[in-house]
T-cell receptor
Framework: NAGVTQTPKFQVLKTGQSMTLQCAQDMNHNSMYWYRQDPGMGLRLIYYSASEGTTDKGEVPNGYNVSRLNKREFSLRLESAAPSQTSVYFC???????????FGPGTRLTVL | QKEVEQNSGPLSVPEGAIASLNCTYSDRGSQSFFWYRQYSGKSPELIMSIYSNGDKEDGRFTAQLNKASQYVSLLIRDSQPSDSATYLCAVNNAGNNRKLIWGLGTSLAVNP
């Protein structure tokens, strides 16, 4: 039981490059989330998926797209990376009967 | 705008003392309240959840909730250097129970 896993752990991109961050959970949770965390800004919700087949924007969705591939997997795509997207990205999941969110280990992304 | 406010700190306490962390929230309809701990470079991990007014104890940790005052706190007894971390307060969004509202966190330093 690995919980929430994320790949990659670290990534360096050049401005304009694209990449996909992968997230998977094995807790049979319905809801999944992508957050970014920047110094002094706290956790900010980018996108979330309340259930398989649905996705919704959070506070800071511009420049990102998401795909809920199946119940286990939720990916985040940066189509054209910008230095402002340098951040730590966390994926989280939440079960149907609880408000508790469980986090993956994070991806540290640097855009040059 | 629904908000969760925390003193950013740093809060510095000597080893063995009681650390008191506080959080206020604006969403009067919130029903679920969480304390997460985040070590530097790591992801947030849940340490306490509380749903009813009063105190909830788990080992050295006590969460206190006062819905009338819209206030939730975390007490850490017999503080240890390993408790040094950032503590994040989160409350559920009453209008969308698939989302949490996050505070910016309080940095705690426990000095040997």
């Amino acid at each position: 039981n690995a919980g929430v896993t994320q790949t990659p752990k670290f990534q360096v991109l050049k401005t304009g490059q694209s990449m996909t961050l992968q997230c998977a959970q094995d807790m049979n949770h319905n809801s999944m989330y992508w957050y970014r965390q920047d110094p002094g800004m706290g956790l900010r919700l980018i996108y979330y998926s309340a259930s398989e087949g649905t996705t919704d924007k959070g506070e800071v969705p511009n420049g990102y797209n998401v795909s809920r591939l199946n119940k286990r997997e939720f990916s985040l795509r940066l189509e054209s990376a910008a230095p402002s997207q340098t951040s730590v990205y966390f994926c989280a999941s939440q079960g149907r009967a609880t408000d508790t969110q469980y986090f993956g280990p994070g991806t540290r992304l640097t855009v040059l | 705008q629904k908000e969760v406010e925390q003193n950013s700190g740093p809060l510095s306490v000597p080893e063995g003392a009681i650390a008191s962390l506080n959080c206020t929230y604006s969403d009067r309809g919130s029903q679920s309240f969480f304390w997460y701990r985040q070590y530097s470079g790591k992801s947030p991990e849940l340490i306490m959840s509380i749903y009813s007014n009063g105190d909830k104890e788990d080992g050295r940790f006590t969460a206190q909730l006062n819905k009338a005052s819209q206030y939730v706190s975390l007490l850490i007894r017999d503080s240890q250097p390993s408790d040094s971390a950032t503590y994040l307060c989160a409350v559920n969004n009453a209008g969308n129970n698939r989302k949490l509202i996050w505070g910016l966190g309080t940095s705690l330093a426990v000095n040997p």
